[in-house]
């Protein structure tokens, strides 16, 4: 059975995670020995074909697809049983930015699996990628014809927050709320907590990778961390996950002596590193689904509904700018006491979760 995933590769260490938590939950509905995985890069289109798999081109990749025969080389939709899209944000709508008009479905839906007579398609963990507060509104009408276009091609839908289920309804569309795949990655790769051994922070500027118009206090929130950082050094042994190298500068500027944890390209690395840690105070929402997944508590901070994501495992999230030093000191006191009980909380989450997906999922 050949599965194509429209994931990223060597790209997003969070977007690893939820490839290879769907990875495993495909595996208990499809209990076969002959399941072959093949990932796509979604920004460079052209890996979808077999001998371009390592291209980096982005967006000129799509031009490049174009003038390239299909029947020119083996290509992993065309010749797939099933196509998934793994997680990530699929919905959202900005003056700069619509989902309608990204770099993959195009080439990728309409130009090849839409040919393909034979293959079915998911659409799993879907999330938004909106303002921390939106309420959905904002959708323009191409942004809804790309929803409704997506929608109507998957046999299967689930949405990993609630912001997502509240869009799609909004043009008539009910879909299940399924806490993010990536916290089965750990049972995919039959990894589980090792010690307790620090106390893991992810720090990134303003709180997330993008501001969408929200006049963020990028100072105040170096400031209220990096005190809370410091006081918090002197009781705790804290390493920064860094997921990419602007990361590594952001924790050296906070701390020029910081020990840091960033290894380049290496999902399986940082999950090792994750099953070590007590808890975490995370900017990354990965990060934190993570250790969640190996059930060590946290709090997210962000600026985007990405982070709002924590609310279907457990978890609690903050907007940036309504977080100070009082806040992650309670937090790290929370923390510390369990958060209230929050392995034992997240064990019945994460079942609940496992058998909405295998209900979803067993459609034969």
Not at 80 to 109: K, M, R, T
Not at 198 to 226: C, L, P
Not at 335 to 354: E, M, N, Q, T, Y
Request: net charge neutral; with cysteine.
């Amino acid at each position: 059975m050949n599965i194509a995933i429209i994931t990223t590769v060597k790209h997003n260490v969070g977007d690893d995670f939820v490839r290879e938590g769907i990875k495993y939950l495909i595996r208990q509905v499809y209990k076969k020995s002959d399941l072959e995985f093949h990932n796509i890069h979604k920004h460079s289109p052209i890996t979808v074909r077999k001998g371009y798999e390592d291209w980096r081109l982005g967006r000129p990749s799509v031009w490049l697809d174009k003038l390239i025969p299909k029947n020119a080389n083996s290509d992993y939709i065309l010749e797939a049983d099933l196509v998934i899209q793994s997680g990530a944000p699929v919905y959202w709508c900005h003056s700069e930015s619509h989902c309608y008009n990204n770099e993959w479905f195009q080439p990728l839906i309409r130009d090849r699996f839409k040919k393909n007579k034979s293959a079915r398609m998911f659409n799993l963990a879907a999330g938004s990628c909106q303002k921390y507060h939106s309420d959905g509104s904002e959708f323009c009408e191409k942004c809804y014809n790309y929803i409704n276009e997506f929608y109507d091609l998957c046999e299967v839908t689930t949405v990993r927050d609630t912001l997502s289920k509240t869009v799609l309804s909004k043009v008539g569309i009910n879909v299940p709320v399924i806490p993010c795949s990536s916290i089965f990655a750990v049972d995919e790769w039959g990894l589980k907590s090792e010690a307790e051994d620090f106390v893991v922070v992810n720090y990134m500027k303003g709180g997330a990778h993008y501001t969408f118009g929200q006049q963020i206090d990028f100072d105040r929130w170096h400031s209220e961390f990096k005190k809370f950082y410091f006081d918090m050094k002197k009781r705790e042994k804290v390493i920064f996950s860094c997921h990419n190298d602007k990361e590594v500068k952001e924790a050296l500027e906070l701390d020029p002596d910081a020990e840091i944890f960033h290894v380049k390209d290496d999902f399986l690395a940082y999950m090792k590193f994750y099953s070590k840690a007590k808890f975490g105070i995370m900017n990354r929402v990965h990060g934190a689904f993570m250790l969640a997944s190996l059930g060590k508590p946290s709090i997210i901070i962000g600026n985007d509904s990405r982070a709002r994501m924590a609310e279907e495992i457990g978890l609690k999230s903050y907007f940036v700018n309504d977080v100070d030093y009082e806040i992650l000191e309670n937090s790290y006191s929370f923390l510390s006491a369990g958060a209230d009980c929050f392995s034992d909380r997240f064990r019945l989450i994460k079942g609940k979760a496992f058998t909405d997906y295998q209900n979803i999922l067993n459609i034969d």
